[in-house]
């Protein structure tokens, strides 16, 4: 008597949630099949990745980008299933967008963060740690250079005054981000954070101890997920969070909680001029006097500055540019 369930041994297609070295989790309606990468999979390794997805006209110079590893979290791939119950994933899907990060040098190396995005959530706290502005203009740059839409998350709203807070955000508000006040303490936001979350694939990304996990264990308290202890005298954090995982909400959508990722290098490598990523700021690009080889920073006759001194552009964004274009 055949006492298996009986299972076509066919391809089936996952979405990868959960990766460790060479170890792949599969999750396929209710079922997570543990799988590795096969050697096919794996040979595309050594050959170039050209970048037939990219909407960018600058892409002759990821013809010698390589992968670190074929499969990313948030990838939805072919597996066949082993004997034993785990799998063998043979295929990765087309990716509608990734984040990856790209180390420069002869041959760089890259390492896809996370696949199939619908939205970058930045996550900020009011206080400790103290609010990072430049990194929060860094992300925004990058849910840009991938035309993914930016949810700004101020975490930790109950150490400050709200009403002394409202400026700094609303900087972000008028140049069209939207932005969610809360706090795990007192629930502030957490309504609005979940609707926005709502049937997304989303990204939390953020300073380490800004509170990423804690929202997230605020908003599906079943995940009992590890966040730091409360911290000692220096209030440095130390990374809690230390793998990428995605995890699906009860209401819709999932979330992938990162370690404290500070760089993307998704455009540093890229001849672009990343004033294009501020958005605010791509309307005045056009007009400099010395158009396209304008730097925004010191040429007479830039629109940019000029919208500066205007007030049209906050000076602080402006100068988080400048600051960004040296590194
Ligand atoms: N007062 C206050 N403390 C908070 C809030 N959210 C988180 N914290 C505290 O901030 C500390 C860091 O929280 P985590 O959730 O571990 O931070 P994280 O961003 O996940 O950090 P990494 O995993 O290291 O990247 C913990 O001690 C939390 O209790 C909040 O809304 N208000
Ligand atoms: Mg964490
Ligand atoms: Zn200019």
């Not at 672009?272 to 010191?298: N, Q, V």
Request: proline share 5%; aromatic share 6%.
């Amino acid at each position: 008597m055949d006492t298996t369930i009986s299972t076509p041994a066919g391809p089936r297609t996952g979405k990868v949630f959960k990766k460790t070295v060479g170890r792949y989790w599969v999750k396929s309606g209710g079922d997570a099949v543990i799988c590795t990468a096969s050697s096919k999979l794996r040979k595309v390794l050594v050959y170039p990745e050209a970048d037939a997805s990219s909407r960018r006209p600058t892409v002759d110079r990821v013809v010698d980008v390589q992968t670190v590893d074929p499969v990313a979290v948030g990838d939805e791939v072919t597996y066949k299933r082993s004997d034993d119950g785990t799998g063998v994933i043979t295929e990765v899907l087309p990716r509608r967008n990734k984040l990856s990060r790209k180390a420069a040098g002869t041959q760089p190396l890259e390492q896809v963060i996370i696949a199939n995005l619908d939205q970058m959530v930045a996550v900020v706290a009011a206080a400790q740690p103290p609010p990072k502005w430049k990194l929060l203009d860094r992300y925004l740059a990058d849910a840009e250079f991938l035309e993914v839409p930016a949810l700004i998350c101020i975490t930790k709203m109950d150490l400050v005054d709200e009403g002394e807070f409202a400026e700094d955000v609303n900087v972000y508000r008028e140049v069209g981000y939207s932005a969610v006040l809360t706090s795990a303490v007192t629930g502030l936001g957490m309504d609005e954070l979940k609707s926005a979350l709502e049937d997304r694939v989303s990204v939390f990304l953020g300073k380490s101890g800004v509170g990423k996990t804690t929202l997230l264990n605020r908003i599906q308290p079943d995940l009992g997920l590890a966040v730091q202890e409360v911290s000692g005298k220096t209030g440095k954090g130390k990374h809690t969070t230390s793998h990428l995982e995605m995890f699906e909400l009860g209401f819709g959508g999932s979330v992938a909680d990162t370690p404290g990722i500070r760089e993307f290098g998704l455009w540093q490598t890229e001849d672009i001029d990343i004033t294009w990523l501020f958005r605010e700021m791509r309307p005045y690009i056009g007009s400099c006097k010395f158009g396209a080889s304008c730097t925004h920073s010191h040429e007479p006759g830039c629109a940019v500055k000029a919208a500066v001194e205007a007030g049209e552009i906050t000076k602080r964004r402006y100068d988080n540019l400048l600051r960004l274009q040296r590194n």
